[in-house]
């Protein structure tokens, strides 16, 4: 079993990046085809080397997702039907849970309904994302707007 096929399993064959499936039939060069995707720029591992910080793992991407991220930090965009302001980064939140534990605000909404609607959407994502990382959500009205948070 190749290095693809483990991490594509534990993957669940889903691009970490789009959360879209990945076929691990596509050829290797076609945009929908799978690549490993290291997570972090090299410059952060040598950092965190140093500092005896643990490295994340390998994660399964589309090699257009991958390459369009370049050697950049990658961003887990948040999806355009969800109405959510001030929209928290979501790779270092789920890092700073990872590490840290407690409670990290995610968004404002306008709505309970909206307000549900993205606490669940993040709940889903995370599962995928971080798979041993078990959050939950809090919603809180504030302001007249909804706060969603993530605890651990």
């Not at 050697?71 to 790779?91: G, K, S």
């Not at 307000?115 to 971080?130: F, N, Y």
């Amino acid at each position: 079993m190749s290095q693809l096929d483990e991490i594509g399993d534990a993957d669940g064959w889903r691009c970490w990046l789009c959360d879209e499936p990945v076929d691990p039939d596509m050829p290797s060069n076609d945009p929908r085809g799978a690549s490993v995707d290291t997570r972090i720029t090299k410059a952060r591992v040598k950092k965190m080397k140093k500092d005896k910080t643990p490295i994340p793992p390998e994660r399964l991407a589309h090699k257009g997702c991958n390459t369009g991220k370049g050697a950049v930090d990658p961003v887990i965009v948040w999806p355009d039907h969800l109405i959510v302001v001030d929209p928290a980064p979501i790779i270092a939140t789920a890092e700073r849970l990872e590490r840290k534990g407690g409670r990290e605000a995610m968004a404002r909404c306008p709505t309970d309904g909206d307000a549900q609607a993205a606490a669940q959407w993040l709940i889903d994502r995370l599962s995928r994302l971080c798979p041993g990382l078990s959050v939950k959500s809090k919603i809180d009205r504030s302001g007249g707007q909804f706060l969603v948070s993530l605890y651990v």
